[in-house]
């Protein structure tokens, strides 16, 4: 009977992975789309909301911090985005060796040495931003979470994400300005609430379960998207929409769209569901930093043989796939290798 007992808690663990790993597989998309947006009107509106994308990457993060806790691998995991930060520079400053010295010269000015440094802005491709966020945010929540004062990280989320507005799409609004991205597209910013909107989602996560169905957050979902793409138009429509990333509607958006994967589940998941699980749970994060690379390959063979027209509707797609693909074969080749056994965290 105790087995009978802990084999539906243990089955119920499994799907709520394969929920998020399914998450994780489309935020990986819609990143795509947002370096390889569809076309037209319709494409700068799906951008609007494919924004969504990195802040649940964090609170995906931040959700599952108390069990790294309890396994005690925050030094782990701290090392292991220690690891991809620093080989994923490493490779986009090669890739900038094609486009000779002067364009190398000029990203090494004490200006982007302290952005990089301070504010995550990689000066070899702008999407890098991310895992310098999210090394950041993790070591800041190591120590204070070591310190017992996590509670101020909780009390400042409001007020970063305020900030976000601010100083990001209402700055037009607001002062008539907008500030360069790296101001908000940090771990500050960015980063630290989101992980922290995650760890308060488990925290809360019964209490969630109760008074949320999974109509409501259907419903729910469904509104922010639409209150997303007014918000935007309005912004476009009187010359205000500044060149950054979040609406109001999107953080709602966000959370809403994760808890109704963290409610949801069910039965024997179709093999589509599988298949997606498996790109999210092992190639999410592969995709999130070779993408860019893919789109620059393929853009040069689309000059080459034509097809532009065509090809912009199916970019997106296309660059997914063939992404996906090449991070399968990478990670093919390092387990046949027995890479993982000189670095340890891959």
């Known amino acids: 009977m105790q087995k009978d007992k802990k084999a539906p808690e243990n089955e119920l663990k499994a799907k709520r992975k394969n929920n998020f790993d399914i998450l994780k597989c489309m935020c990986a998309f819609l990143i795509v789309c947002i370096h390889a947006p569809f076309p037209g009107i319709f494409g700068e509106y799906f951008t609007a909301l494919t924004r969504i994308a990195v802040p649940i990457f964090f609170m995906i993060t931040g959700f599952f911090y108390k069990n790294t806790v309890k396994r005690s691998r ?17 490779l986009y400053f090669l ?32 999407h890098l931003w991310y895992l310098g966020a999210i090394l ?15 509670k101020i990280l909780y009390i400042l989320t409001p007020l970063l994400l305020l900030g976000d507005l601010i100083l990001g799409k209402y700055s037009l609004l607001l002062f008539g300005n907008e500030f360069p991205y790296v101001f908000v597209r940090n771990f500050l910013f960015v980063g630290i609430p989101y992980f922290c ?27 922010f998207s639409v209150t997303t793409i007014l918000e935007r138009f309005i912004l476009e429509s009187n010359n205000l929409n500044a060149a950054r990333d979040h609406y ?4 709602f958006l ?10 949801s589940f069910q039965g024997d998941i179709k093999f589509i569901n599988k298949l997606a699980a498996k790109i999210g749970r092992e190639y999410s994060t592969g995709i999130y930093i070779l ?3 893919i789109i620059r390959i393929f853009n040069k063979l689309i000059n080459i043989i034509g097809f532009e027209t065509a090809y912009a509707f199916v970019q997106p797609i296309i660059v997914f796939i063939f992404t996906t693909v090449a991070v399968a074969v990478i990670c093919f080749i390092i387990k046949k290798l027995n890479i993982k056994k000189w670095v340890r965290f891959l």
């Open 254 to 263: 966000a959370v809403c769209l994760f808890i109704l994967f963290m409610i």
């Open 248 to 251: 109001i509607s999107t953080t």
């Open 74 to 90: 925050e030094v782990f995991q701290i090392k292991k985005i220690a690891f991809l930060f620093v080989t994923s520079n490493v």
């Open 291 to 293: 993408h860019p690379l």
């Open 197 to 223: 909107i995650g760890m308060l989602i488990f925290q809360y996560r019964d209490i969630i379960k109760r008074k949320l169905s999974k109509t409501k957050l259907i419903i729910c979902t469904f509104t």
């Open 136 to 150: 950041y945010t993790l070591i800041i929540v190591y120590i204070l979470n070591k310190a017992g004062k996590i």
């Open 95 to 126: 890739l900038m060796l094609n486009d000779g010295m002067e364009s190398i010269s000029s990203i090494f000015t004490v200006k982007s040495i302290l952005s990089f440094l301070f504010l995550n802005a990689s000066p070899f491709s702008d």
